[in-house]
């Protein structure tokens, strides 16, 4: 090992040991090497004191990079939080939310409101003339719409076949949704734990964003919940669905699956390792199942239509009274 010692420093420590009462000050100049030719000289620079104001001034009037404000073309609630104060006036307020939306230029404003005017006029004129041609009547179908709710729902796909979902589908097809959970409670498929899970969602979808089954929370209250009010009464419809089946309603907002239906999705792989580095590829089927939820006065409402086309029916007649076609002079056997 060899140890490695600058030979200035050592000279200068020799030297303070052999004449100890007086010390040469040898000057330390920088060594000028290849990287301290092309350095620029600071002798003439004046080099601030970082305390001082000369510096503290310097530095506030740096440029700053652009700052993007956020900005819409309405007013918020939010922008007094938003208003971030520059650095030359803190107080200063901002443009954007100083210039009324009254006073602004429409010009601008249309590229984000009415990106395509020419379709927006063909919307309205299509509009229009709807009206026009019933005479401001609406259709039966657009009654209902407006009159009645439903909501249907799409469960994710499960890994399971349609031949063993279609069964419990066909199980809760017109049936409440409080008795099918209990179906599905109690059934010893396996699928069917998937089924209410997904059935309960859709019952929660449907009051919330549909506003499905809340008579019942609306007659507790007394209607509107005003006060002195007298509470509505709860009367028990009899009526038969589609199928002949007798069934009574005391609630016509509680809701019901109308329809129930399976789809098939794409099928999965999964590996089996077999015998002497054999694999066989196993294809698992996936599954979905939707419901389509209404309410029970709707299923009423299809009851009363069938009662009235049935009773304007005409009455059978055995020998109708028509007139004789296709005789001929010879017997036709």
């Known amino acids: 090992m060899s140890l490695h010692l600058p030979l200035r420093p050592l000279a200068r420590s020799s030297r303070t040991l052999l004449h100890p009462h007086r010390q040469i000050l040898i000057p330390l100049n920088p060594r000028r090497t290849l990287f301290n030719i092309f350095k620029k000289r600071t002798e ?67 590229s984000a409101l009415d990106p395509n005017p020419k379709a927006r006029i063909r919307w309205e004129r ?106 509505r009464k709860v009367e028990n419809v009899t009526f038969r669905d589609k199928k002949g089946k007798s069934r009574t309603v005391g609630d016509r907002s509680a809701m019901y699956i109308d329809q129930a239906w399976v789809g098939r999705g794409s099928y999965g792989s999964t590996p089996e390792f077999r015998a002497r580095g054999r694999t066989n590829i196993l294809k698992n089927p996936q599954t979905s199942i939707s419901f389509l939820l209404k309410e029970e006065h709707t299923r009423i409402r299809q009851a009363k239509e069938r009662e009235e086309k049935r009773a ?11 007139p004789i076609t296709a005789q001929k002079q010879y017997v036709l056997w």
């Open 44 to 110: 003439g620079r004046q080099i601030l004191d970082p305390l001082s104001e000369d510096f503290l001034t310097k530095k506030n009037h740096a440029k700053l990079p652009p700052q993007q404000t956020p900005g819409s073309l309405t007013s918020s609630i939010f922008d007094e939080d938003n208003q971030k104060p520059s650095p030359t006036s803190p107080t200063a307020p901002s443009d954007r939310t100083s210039i009324p939306l009254s006073q602004r230029d429409k010009a601008l404003m249309t």
């Open 126 to 231: 299509k509009m229009v003339i709807r009206n026009i041609q019933r005479r401001g009547r609406i259709s039966k179908a657009v009654k209902l719409a407006r009159t009645e709710r439903q909501h249907l729902s799409k469960s994710p796909f499960f890994t399971t076949s349609v031949k063993k979902m279609v069964p419990l589908a066909r199980q809760i097809a017109g049936k409440s949704v409080e008795d099918a959970l209990v179906q599905m409670r109690f059934s010893k498929k396996r699928a069917a734990r998937a089924v209410m899970k997904h059935l309960r969602l859709a019952r929660d979808e449907a009051v919330v964003a549909r506003g499905m089954g809340l008579g019942s929370v609306k007659a507790e209250d007394g209607g509107e919940g005003k006060e002195g009010e007298a509470e």
């Open 312 to 322: 304007k029916r005409k009455p059978w007649v055995h020998h109708p009274d028509r």
